[in-house]
Every structure is written in structure tokens, then in C-alpha cells.
């Protein structure tokens, strides 16, 4: 079964950092792009970043760009999300999502982070 | 990068047709063939509906078909059923980067 599994979110004071991991099964993950996705709480989606197959290609959105970093581990089938100078505005769901064709096919339950003193 | 618009809400009975429109620019939906459209139930993680302006994955009810015309996609939902009832996000291409819509509640009256 192919999946996705999000984790790492919790709780973090403004200006704090967090690292969030998903984890990829049922698929060939070293050959595929991969993408974070956000939900602010009653919001929509936003598309935040991807990276190609090797890492060597990644693409922000310019609200996180500077302070988001995402990053792959192809040999553990994991992709990271390195969240630096949080914001109260970055509390949101993450999903990771499998980014195929120009569309994101398979997505992670996702994982809450909460931005708060 | 600013989100594409999409109306807040749609409604219908079932069995009736609903349409979802999705205006962005000549930067994204009029400059690519990448729309996809994705549904989303509450508590729930998006759902991939449509790809590639009108491409439908593996599973995905032939009542849901897209379409695009200049700068603005289209999702519609034809023969509605009480399960259709979620948020609907299109999404596009805009060159290295993408762009969400804003999202569309549909209800089934």
C-alpha cells in the first residue's frame, strides 16, 4: 500500500524551530519528486515546497523561503521539513504529498504544529 | 503568487450538476495545462480528483470532469451525491512554483 506518514509537529514558541519527517512506503520514493503542503486552521491549502529525485532541485514559496528548508533521505525513504524563526501565521497542518506529473497523487495525514508563547 | 479564486460556495440536489470555477492568469492556469482539482472532506487529507486540466486517476466517478478556458479551469460534478459534499481546491502550475486556489465548499442540499 502506498503511503505517507507525517511527524514531528507539536507545540514551539515564536522564533523556535522544528523538524517534521514523513515517511514514504509502497513506492519507489528515490525516483519521485515530493512536496509540503500547509492548512492554517479554517484555511485553505498552501503549497509551500518541492524537491527532485536527488535534492539537487528545490522550489519555495516565498513566505517560507529563508526559513524553510526541505530536505530527503533517499536511503531511509523520508522526506524533513526544517522549520527555522517560526511564526504565530505558521501554525497550520503539514502534508506531505507524492508529487508526480505536475500534481500531487498521494498525500500524508498530516501533522499539526502550533506556533504559540 | 497570490492564490487563484474560486467562489466560496456551490450547492445543488442530488442529481443535479454543480460547476467550480478556478481564475488565476496568464502566469498559471491560462499559461499551463497543469490543473489538478482535490477534494477534502473535514478532518480529512486531500484527495486528487483531476490532473492535467481534465485528466481523472484510477477510482475517481466519472461525474467528475475538468476543463479549462483561458485563464479559467473548471471542476464539475455532474449527477451530485451526498458524499460530493466537501471543500475543492484547484491548484496550477506557475512556473517552478505552484499556486492553490482559494476553496469551495460544496453542499448537497
Known amino acids: 500500500e502506498v503511503q505517507l506518514v507525517e511527524s514531528g509537529g507539536g507545540l514551539v514558541q515564536p522564533g523556535g524551530s522544528l523538524r517534521l519527517s514523513c515517511a514514504a512506503s509502497g513506492f519507489t520514493f528515490s525516483s519521485l519528486w515530493m512536496s509540503w503542503v500547509r492548512q492554517a486552521p479554517g484555511k485553505g491549502l498552501e503549497w509551500l515546497a518541492n524537491?527532485?529525485?536527488?535534492?539537487?532541485?528545490?522550489n519555495y514559496v516565498d513566505s517560507v523561503k529563508g526559513r524553510f528548508t526541505v530536505s530527503r533521505d533517499n536511503a531511509k525513504n523520508s522526506l524533513y521539513l526544517q522549520m527555522n524563526s517560526l511564526r504565530d501565521e505558521d501554525t497550520s497542518i503539514y502534508y506531505c504529498?507524492?508529487?508526480?506529473?505536475?500534481?500531487?497523487?498521494?498525500w500524508g495525514q498530516g501533522t499539526t504544529v502550533t506556533v504559540s508563547s | 503568487q497570490s492564490a487563484l479564486t474560486q467562489p466560496r460556495s456551490v450547492s445543488g440536489s442530488p442529481g443535479q450538476s454543480v460547476a467550480i470555477s478556478c481564475t488565476g492568469t496568464s502566469s498559471d492556469v491560462g499559461g499551463y495545462n497543469y490543473v489538478s482539482w482535490y477534494q477534502q472532506h473535514p478532518g480529512k487529507a486531500p484527495k486528487l480528483m483531476i490532473s492535467d486540466v481534465n485528466k481523472r486517476p484510477s477510482g475517481v466517478p466519472d461525474r467528475f470532469s475538468g476543463s479549462k478556458s483561458g485563464n479559467t479551469a473548471s471542476l464539475t460534478i455532474s449527477g451530485l451525491q451526498a458524499e460530493d459534499e466537501a471543500d475543492y481546491y484547484c491548484?496550477?502550475?506557475?512556473?517552478?512554483?505552484?499556486?492553490f486556489g482559494t476553496g469551495t465548499k460544496v453542499t448537497v442540499l
Open positions: 524537491m527532485n529525485q536527488d535534492g539537487s532541485e528545490k
Open positions: 491548484c496550477s502550475f506557475a512556473g517552478s512554483l505552484y499556486v
Open positions: 504529498a507524492r508529487f508526480t506529473n505536475y500534481h500531487l497523487d498521494v
